[in-house]
């Protein structure tokens, strides 16, 4: 059987702060990084063979550190903006409780959970510099849905990951709270609706055994 694990990145500085993070870049608290040594603790023995992460700080120290502890940092690793968090658009920097105060309870909660619901959009894109300055710039969103990022997340699994697990590679995703919602959804059918539901922490590795035709034959994720 082939493995899949998917592994949020530790407490990032924005998340300390109950902040949107989005595409900003930064890095992860001492707690965050406290959970990524815990992460690779769990996952002791575990061999893969491939390592995909996103193009921001906090994602990729993790899979470092998750690499790191379980010797395995020969281990190719893969980062790209595919598997970047979802875009909060004006929201980033944001404080949660203040917006919540701003626009309402049930607005914030659509906008974060809801797979279709748009945040406030930037009046422009970002630049494409630093981690971006190797992609054309029409990749820079103003805000992105769920439901937006996952026309960008799910390519990148079936054209990178899922043929490795045909191979019977075990793979390790390292990504974000919105990245793994999306692959969830994916991997287990789950409806536009109930993904609303679907929560991911941080430094918790989710692991999917996979029989040759990529079905499910096990999973550690558990539905609070």
């Given at each position: 059987m082939v493995k899949l694990v998917m592994v949020r990145h530790g407490e990032s500085i924005a998340n300390a702060l109950n902040q949107y993070t989005g595409w900003n870049n930064v890095g992860l608290t001492q707690?965050?990084?406290?959970?990524?040594?815990?992460?690779?603790?769990?996952?002791?023995?575990?061999?893969f063979d491939h390592v995909h992460t996103s193009v921001l700080q906090r994602a990729i120290i993790t899979a470092y550190?998750?690499?790191?502890?379980?010797?395995?940092?020969?281990?190719?690793?893969?980062?790209?903006?595919?598997?970047?968090?979802?875009?909060y658009g004006a929201l980033r920097g944001q404080n949660k409780d203040a917006t919540r105060r701003e626009f309402g309870v049930a607005q914030v909660h659509q906008w974060r959970r809801s797979f279709y619901s748009v945040p406030p959009e930037l009046k422009k894109p970002d630049p494409n510099v630093g981690p971006y300055k190797y992609y054309e710039s029409s990749i820079m969103p103003v805000a992105e849905s769920l439901y937006e990022a996952y026309q960008r997340i799910i390519p990148y699994y079936v054209d990178h990951v899922a043929p490795e697990l045909l191979d019977n590679k075990n793979q390790l995703i390292v990504a974000h709270g919105s990245t793994?919602?999306?692959l969830i959804k994916y991997i287990e059918g789950i409806s536009d609706q109930d993904i609303d539901g679907v929560e991911v922490e941080n430094g918790k590795p989710l692991i999917y055994e996979f029989d040759e035709k990529l079905n499910i034959v096990s999973s550690n994720r558990v539905e609070k």
């Open positions: 707690e965050g990084v406290v959970q990524a040594h815990v992460a690779a603790k769990k996952l002791q023995g575990f061999y550190i998750i690499q790191d502890d379980l010797n395995l940092n020969y281990v190719p690793i893969t980062k790209t903006w595919r598997l970047n968090e979802r875009h793994i919602r999306a």
